[in-house]
């Protein structure tokens, strides 16, 4: 990366540094060059920035050279030398900040006390040449204080060390060069301001950019080390003093912004203290991307608008004064500008610039520091300026250093608080200090809108009195913009929560306006740099939900008041940052909607606020609450929407709802209480008829009531008159009517008049029948007579009513089921007719008998049918046969049948046998091939038998019965003889053996005569003498006659059958020419000539046809040749010759070809003719020429001799002669040759050998030239892991005798390659430098004469990577209860590398709970999905359970260790407890309170709840008796005291846990009775009617009819109770008295409309009223004018001043 280098600010007595504690210093500018031969010392002299530029000009001269010279010859590489004059006086410079440096001293004992020691100077080594050459080609320029003087104190240096030869040469290094930055090492800078001052070097590592991947800072090993100088503070005590402490201080570390570099001078200017007054002036080229015009005498950025490639930008130290820097706006891509040292008095003009990182401002003549927002911008200096005020401080969103020292803003209190409210959370230093704690504990108590202000102008001031300060500045700003004669009184937003409600307060107070202001809303979200707000899309109300995206970020609010149709400017506030969900939801507001009249449906609705869960299946009851009774849960109701039901009526229903997220948590149940529930008026629908309207049915009237309890609803029965007028009463009173004959052809009409219980009446409704027919005839006493048996005939008998019978029909059928279904399950037998009789049939056996009686009237009306089944299943008989007998001709050849007669059930599978008998007294032998049929064609083997059948019948149910036999009564006769075909088989041609085929049959055949015949064209037939055989060979007599044959059948008894004669066959046509012998002539081996001789018939000879062919083997046959003779050949030996002879007629016509087979060809004596040796080289496999005769070659026999000089061949021909300077080495027609061969000769003794083994004689052959060794060459380089951490490099040498060769690691990144320095040996062991990369291993080969092979690399290793981390165990701390919390601890194993990889390449360690299922036998773990924390607290859900803990480690490297578990025996229920416990309700006398509470500590038992009252003040609580529900209705005896409810929590098991009580607030009176009892009580007196019972000492129940009038008299001083006047009575006073005690007012709690007045103990009156309204109102009054005797003022609970 290239930055700026400000080589010229060096001061070399004042930036020289130690390095190491033994006292080594090293000079400190960028690279400085090694002196390898000669030193030349300073006196008291320094540096100049002309020196400095004169190297770096060398440095880019000699770059090109230097690479070439280095990537040529690894051993040779360009040297400079830098000579300084000691005569030159030091300029004065300035750094980045203004300040001068000081002089160094120029005594020649100081300079020897910071360059030397002992008298010898110290010189950083430089690396190694091939790896700067390496380093050149792909480097990154440095930081700006890389080569600035002041950093030579404390700027990095690089020390690359080598031990090639090559290092001893010097190099000069370019001065913006950047070293690298090891990923482990930390980093400091000492100047970040101007050029950064005291900065921090921020990390680099080799991954953090691809340009940076070629950079030297992925590649080099350097070591940086920096300090904090400042060159301003006086005395160099006070300078060591800060230079100690900054090095003892553990700080993060900051480099610049990295800035992608390409090599070349056609991207970089430098022109610095050339005095350039114009950037017009010169020509500056597009492609530029590093100007540095710094020491000049610029005034204006005008021209710079071309470089829109420009990335680094230095013009510190020019005559800048502003404004007129918006030609900077085309630099897009600037990264790095510098302006300090000039004379800027406002960066108003200084435009927005994308990608700026770092900005320089200081030493200039700043105010403020208002310019452009700039959104990357990470360093800003701006030191010694005269900034007095933040306001128009820019947004600055990235910001992370901050410095402003050396201003008069320092004064301001607390501004670093103020700069941390105004960057925000990335601010990480200021004043190149970390940040303070206690400063950034100030800035959180400022409000959220102080950013703001400051910003406008306000005065920073104390966090105590800021909120009402920063009020007062908009309030102030805002003031003349409001709607006349309206104030802003107040302007704030509650603690945002995600997914919970969020108000705005907006308060404007009218002083001076009738008109009415209206406000208008929109809420927007932003960053927590409070800048970009962006509005929420439909959030223009007084509430808003954060959602789960806005954490961590702020609300806006922009209040718009309106007034008379104008919009005033808005008004705004900023909220404090939107906090994270507590995840227990909540419900903000509960109701239920719909009409409270039963049959309606009313609905639930819960408005919830989620708080940062995943809202979920929230869970929803209904209770029902009658008078003066406990609530109780509808069965079902589970749902946000009821149907209320007559079960409902006179009772309030409670909706109870309770939040559940996603994740199964809970809120808090709440509920909403609905008014007594309505009766609907009484109505009824769907009225029907109930039956057929027939005569003498009884028809029923129904319908579906509605409307509270029915009671004694009204029925009628219509009966239409016969015109369908008028409407008779037919009954009256039910809702059943019996059809009379009355009835028969009208209709009826059933009315329903529908009565609740309390007797109102509902509009009715009516059903009508259809036409009232007359009774059809009906049948009974119906009966099935007759013997259940197969065969049997069976009757049914029935009696017929209604009318005359007709024709009636019967139809039977049968079932398996002992009972009717009606019609299921029958299967008709017989199909409906007049006769009643049956004769049951076989299929009805094993089956019910049924009959359908259909009566008929004489009109043929039918009636409703009737069934009757019979009390048993058909009976069948045993299977038998009746009758069996045998039919047909019984002579050979003829067919036949048996037939029988089966009874008894349904026939199975019944057993057929043939027989036959020799005669009719033996037994006969079983026919197989007729056994099963009822058929047999009698065989041949019959002949002179008797035939006999036998049949066995069986039932289907396998029942089988007595057997049968049937003997036929003569023998079996033989057949007619006969010749059944006769035919001649052959083809008519000479030669050919005609076959005559015949069948005959008719018994044994004995010698039937044949006889073969000819006949001439005319007809003439003539006998073949001698021809009587079954087979004729056709001769040449034949030609041209038909050929046929004759056959007489002849029986063995000599018995004849007729004649029959074949059909004829012919003419005879003469037969194809022919071969008929062939042999070979000539000798059978190799070289020989073969000839044959052939004979020939068949007509005249034409051309045959000769063809050799050669046989390998069966399936082998090569045709070689046509003519009449074969030479022998190689090829032949060992197969045979077979030669195919085609006789060929005169006439064309080809005969059948004849072939003959000579012997195995013989092979000739085998011979060597001809070898020969090529060249012979090392490993290269040496193949003689050679040449072979005499048959197929076999396995030759070969011999390979070494010798140091050539022998005479006579003496190999002759093995016995074979010096003792020959060695044998090989025995294979080739050979390669080895090491040891080399500069030796080579000879083969070959012994010529046929493939049968026969020998020749041997030949031998010598080498032209002695063995020569291969050029060296290495393979199978490879790399091996001898252990962790451990690899050995390995490999293959060739090529001669191996000398001294070179071995090399290098190490790939990204692809890099990149030599390893020091590692030239055949084992490596990695370092944290080589974790993510892979090794390669290179190997040099060099023979032992010095001959250099090519370098060979190995594929590359596998990724290295260290260790991977190990959890040896996981144990849990903490109780394994419900309610305590487990946290699972991993153990490390004990080893130093595990330590090591935990502290420096861990990355996170996740962790998963699970609980157990099923029983210790088949125990699973199922997952805990949300609970991934080392942490868990035992829930109640997890009692019985096992936990588990499964964790795993991951490196920074991805890698997963083993997963490792611990499990917890089971969970134990934990100490029964109560927490969050709180009584809801509102707090007034009439409302019903609900006391909840989250219990833990297993299942939750029956758990105790006490209602008591508490007087304020007093720790007294009285017990309210039968109050141990969870919920309370108050009344009026509450009034002033805290309701107490005490829980006692107890779990399942019997065991109780600590009592927990919650209070309200002391009970007030309810609003509107409140107002009603202050007006009675401040008229002083007041009558109230009331009622009482007529008989006091009555049980009975007080009724509407045991009731009396009465009125109730009070006044402040008495109260009495007056009987009301009558006709017959004055009024009379039944009970007086006044308030003194022990008057009191007593309430029944089971009944609100009674109360009892207590004057004393025989004074005492129970009274009622209508609404328990009435009756608390009477109580308050009674008690209020009571008051002076009450513990408790009751004027006072109700307000009412005495």
């Not at 705004?572 to 906090?579: D, K, P, Q, Y």
């Not at 004769?839 to 009306?861: C, N, Q, W």
């Not at 005499?1190 to 390979?1200: D, F, L, N, Q």
Request: neutral net charge; contains cysteine; hydrophobic residues 35%.
């Amino acid at each position: 990366m290239e930055v700026l280098a400000d080589s010229h600010n060096e001061d070399s007595s004042s930036r020289i540094q130690p390095l190491t504690s033994s006292g080594q210093r090293v000079e400190s500018s960028a690279e400085v060059p090694k002196k390898s031969s000669k030193v030349v010392k300073p006196s008291g002299t320094a540096l100049t920035s002309r020196t400095f530029d004169t190297i770096s000009s060398m440095n880019k001269r000699k770059q090109g050279a230097a690479q070439n010279d280095i990537s040529s010859s690894r051993s040779k590489v360009t040297a400079t030398k830098t000579v300084v004059s000691s005569n030159v006086a030091p300029s004065q410079r300035r750094n980045s900040t203004g300040d001068v440096l000081p002089k160094r001293p120029s005594s020649a004992s100081k300079l020897k006390e910071n360059g030397t020691e002992n008298g010898k100077k110290i010189v950083p080594s430089v690396s190694d040449p091939g790896k700067k050459s390496s380093l050149e080609n792909r480097r990154m320029s440095l930081p700006a204080t890389t080569a600035r003087s002041e950093t030579i104190k404390s700027s990095p240096v690089s020390h690359l060390s080598s031990k090639s030869d090559i290092s001893k040469t010097d190099v000069v290094r370019k001065t913006s060069t950047k070293p690298s930055v090891s990923s482990s090492r930390r980093v400091t800078s000492s100047a970040v301001d101007g050029s950064i001052g005291h900065n921090n070097l921020r990390k680099v590592t080799s991954n953090t950019s691809p340009s940076a991947a070629h950079s030297p800072s992925s590649t080099g090993n350097f070591k940086l080390r920096s300090v904090s100088s400042s060159v301003d503070r006086g005395s160099s005590s006070s300078s060591r003093k800060k230079t100690s402490a900054l090095e003892g201080r553990d700080s993060r570390f900051m480099m610049l912004p990295q800035v992608d570099v390409k090599a070349g001078d056609e991207l970089r200017l430098d022109l610095r203290g050339h005095r350039v007054k114009a950037l017009n002036a010169l020509t500056l080229p597009p492609s530029l991307e590093f100007v540095y015009l710094r020491d000049n005498l610029l005034s204006s950025v005008e021209g710079i608008e071309i470089l829109k490639k420009l990335k680094v930008l230095d013009l510190s130290f020019n005559d800048f004064k502003g404004p007129g820097f918006e030609p900077l706006g085309n630099c897009k891509g600037l990264q790095q500008l510098y302006l300090a040292g000039n004379q800027i008095a406002s960066l108003a003009t200084l435009p927005q610039l994308p990608n700026l990182e770092f900005l320089s401002v200081a030493q200039n003549k700043l105010k403020s520091l208002n310019m452009a927002s700039q959104p990357r911008l990470q360093v800003l200096a701006a030191s010694k300026n005269k900034i007095s005020t933040l306001k128009g401080f820019p947004y600055l969103p990235v910001l992370e250093h901050l410095r402003v020292e050396e201003n008069p803003i320092l004064e301001m209190p607390h501004l670093e608080a103020a700069s941390i409210l105004l960057i925000g959370p990335t601010l990480k230093k200021f004043n190149d200090r970390d940040l303070s704690l206690e400063e950034i504990e100030v800035a959180k108590q400022y409000p959220a809108r102080t950013a703001l202000c400051i910003r406008d102008g306000w005065e920073f001031c104390h966090p105590d009195l800021a909120d009402v300060s920063t009020f007062s500045f908009l309030v102030d700003k805002s003031k003349d913009n409001l709607p006349p004669g309206y104030i802003l009184k107040q302007a704030s937003i509650d603690q945002p929560f995600e997914d919970d409600i969020c108000h705005c307060h907006f308060k404007f107070a009218n002083i001076s306006s009738d008109s009415e202001l209206a406000l208008k809303y929109q809420w927007f979200i932003g960053e927590r740099t409070l800048s970009n707000f962006e509005p929420i899309a439909d959030a223009v109300g007084e509430v808003y939900w954060p959602k789960h995206h806005d954490v961590g970020k702020y609300l806006k609010v922009e209040c718009t008041p309106i007034m008379n149709g104008v919009q005033y400017p808005s008004v705004f506030e900023i909220s404090s940052l939107v906090s994270p969900g507590t995840g227990y939801p909540k419900v903000l507001n509960l109701s239920v909607h719909g009409e409270l009249v039963e049959g309606n449906v009313i609905r639930g609705s819960a408005e919830i606020a989620w708080c940062g869960g995943t809202p979920g299946k929230c869970v929803a009851s209904w209770l029902r609450r009658r008078w003066n009774s406990s609530p109780v849960v509808i069965v079902g109701a589970e749902d946000e929407y009821y149907k209320l039901t007559v079960d409902d009526i006179d009772s309030i229903l409670v909706f109870m709802y309770t939040p559940v997220t996603e994740e199964g948590v809970k809120g808090e149940p709440q509920y909403a209480m609905t008014d007594f529930i309505k009766a609907a008026a009484p109505s009824v629908k769907n009225v029907q008829v109930i039956g057929d309207a027939v005569e003498g049915n009884i028809i029923k009237g129904v319908g579906e009531y509605f409307g509270g309890k029915e009671g004694p609803s009204k029925f009628k029965w219509l009966r239409e008159s016969r015109d369908s007028s008028i409407r008779e009463l037919a009954s009256s009173g039910t809702n059943e009517y019996i059809v009379t004959k009355e009835d028969i052809g009208r209709r009826l009409l059933f009315v329903y008049i529908p009565i609740n219980f309390e007797g109102q009446e509902g509009t009715s409704a009516s059903s009508i029948t259809e036409i009232v027919k007359q009774a059809p005839p009906r049948v009974t006493n119906l009966k099935i007579v007759g013997d259940l048996r197969e065969g049997n005939k069976v009757t049914v008998t029935a009696a017929v009513t209604g009318g005359t019978e007709g024709s009636s029909r019967v139809q039977w059928f049968k079932t398996t089921f002992p009972k009717l279904e009606g019609e299921n399950g029958l299967e008709p037998l017989s199909a409906s007719k007049i006769p009643k009789a049956f004769r049951i049939s076989l299929s009805a056996a094993g089956h019910y008998l049924v009959v359908k009686f259909t009566p008929m009237s004489p009109d043929g009306e039918a009636g409703e049918p009737a069934y009757a089944i019979s009390e048993k299943v058909v009976e069948t008989l045993p299977p038998s046969l009746n009758f069996l007998s045998l039919t047909g001709n019984f002579s050979e050849g003829e067919i036949v049948t048996a037939s029988y007669g089966y009874i008894g059930g349904h026939e199975g599978k019944s057993m057929y046998s043939w027989y036959l008998h020799e005669n009719e007294t033996k037994n006969g032998l079983l026919i197989p091939e007729a056994s099963g049929q009822l058929q047999y064609r009698i065989a041949k083997n019959a002949i002179g038998k008797f035939i006999s059948f036998k049949c066995t019948p069986v039932r289907d149910d396998g029942i089988i019965g007595e057997p049968r036999t049937f003997l036929g009564q003569e023998r079996v006769q033989p057949g007619s003889p006969q010749v059944l075909s006769l035919k001649i088989s052959g083809e008519a041609i000479e030669g050919t053996t005609l076959v005559a085929e015949k069948k005959y049959w008719g018994g044994e055949e004995g010698d039937s005569v044949i006889q073969w015949f000819l006949t001439s064209p005319d007809g003439t037939k003539n006998v073949i003498e001698g021809a009587t055989t079954s087979s004729y060979t056709l001769t040449v007599r034949d030609i041209g006659l038909l050929v046929s044959v004759s056959c007489e059948p002849v029986r063995s008894d000599l018995a004849h059958g007729p004649i029959v004669t074949s059909e004829y066959v012919g003419p005879v046509v003469p037969g194809p020419p022919s071969c008929r012998s062939l042999e070979f002539v000539g000798s059978m081996i190799e070289g020989g000539c073969v000839r044959f001789i052939a004979e020939y018939t068949g007509g005249e000879r034409g051309n045959c046809i000769h063809e050799w062919f050669r046989l390998k083997n069966t399936s082998m046959k090569d045709k070689i040749d046509v003519d009449d003779y074969l030479d022998l050949s190689i090829a032949d030996v060992g197969a045979l010759i077979e030669l195919v002879y085609t006789p060929v007629r005169a006439d064309g016509q080809i005969g059948s070809p004849r072939s003959i087979i000579s012997d195995i060809i013989v092979p000739a004596d085998p011979k060597g003719i001809e070898l020969v040796l090529p060249s012979c080289c090392e490993d290269k496999e040496v193949i003689p020429l050679k040449s072979y005769y005499g048959g197929i070659e076999g396995t030759g026999k070969y011999i390979w001799y070494r010798t140091k000089e050539k022998i005479d061949k006579s003496e190999f021909v002759n093995k016995a002669a074979i010096s003792d300077g020959a060695l044998v080495v090989g025995e294979a027609l080739t050979y390669t040759p080895s090491l040891e061969d080399v500069d030796s000769y080579l000879a083969l003794y070959w012994v010529p050998t046929r493939a049968d083994g026969k020998l020749g004689d041997p030949v031998v052959a010598f080498s032209s030239h002695p063995v020569m060794a291969a050029h060296p060459s290495v393979s199978e380089v490879c790399i091996k892991k001898l252990s962790l951490g451990v690899y050995a490099g390995e490999g293959k040498y060739y090529g001669g005798y191996e000398g001294s060769s070179l071995y090399s690691w290098y190490r790939e990144t990204k692809g890099d390659i990149v030599l390893i320095n020091g590692a030239n040996s055949t084992t490596y062991e990695v370092t944290d430098s080589d974790y993510t990369c892979r090794l390669l291993f290179g190997y040099t080969p060099v023979r032992s004469d010095a001959l250099v092979g090519e370098l060979k690399l190995s594929e590359p290793s596998d990724i290295i990577l260290p260790e991977e981390p190990k959890i040896e165990a996981l144990c849990f701390r903490g109780k394994e209860v419900e309610g305590e919390t487990l946290t699972a601890v991993e153990a490390i194993p004990k080893s130093d590398i595990q330590h090591h990889i935990w502290n420096k390449y861990k990355k996170e360690i996740k962790y998963q709970w699970f609980y157990s299922n099923g029983d210790k036998e088949q125990k699973s773990f199922e997952p805990l999905v949300s609970q991934v924390s080392c942490s868990y607290k035992v829930r109640f859900e997890d009692i019985g359970r096992s936990l588990k803990c499964e964790c795993t480690i991951t490196d920074v490297f991805g890698r997963t260790s083993n997963t490792v578990s611990a499990q917890t025996s089971s969970i134990s229920p934990g100490i029964p407890k109560i927490d969050k416990l709180e009584i809801e309700g509102r707090g007034f006398h009439t409302n019903l309170y609900a006391v909840r509470g989250i219990y833990s500590g297993g299942k939750e038992g029956k758990s105790r709840i006490q209602w008591l009252r508490s007087m304020v003040g007093s720790p007294d609580l009285i017990s309210i008796p039968g109050e141990t529900s969870r919920m309370y209705e108050a009344n009026v005896d509450d009034v002033g005291y805290r309701l107490v409810a005490v829980y006692t929590p107890v779990r399942e098991d019997g065991v109780e846990g600590q009592p927990v009580s919650a209070s309200t607030d002391p009970i007030s009176v309810e609003p509107d009775i409140y107002k009603e009892v202050k007006q009675k009580l401040e008229l002083g007196s007041v009558k109230f009617e009331v009622l009482c019972e007529k008989d006091r000492s009555s049980k009975e129940a007080p009724g509407a009819g045991n009731l009396e009038r009465r009125i109730l008299e009070v006044n402040r001083k008495r109260v009495k109770v007056v009987k009301p006047g009558s006709k017959t009575s004055f009024p009379n006073t039944e009970i007086r008295g006044t308030y003194a005690p022990p008057f009191h007012v007593e309430l029944y709690r089971n009944d609100p409309h009674r109360f009892k007045i207590v004057v004393d103990s025989d004074n005492e009156m129970d009274l009622m009223v209508q609404t328990k309204h009435a009756c608390d109102i009477i109580v308050l009054v009674i008690r209020g004018f009571a008051q002076r005797f009450n513990s408790t003022s009751l004027n006072s609970l109700l307000k009412i001043e005495t």
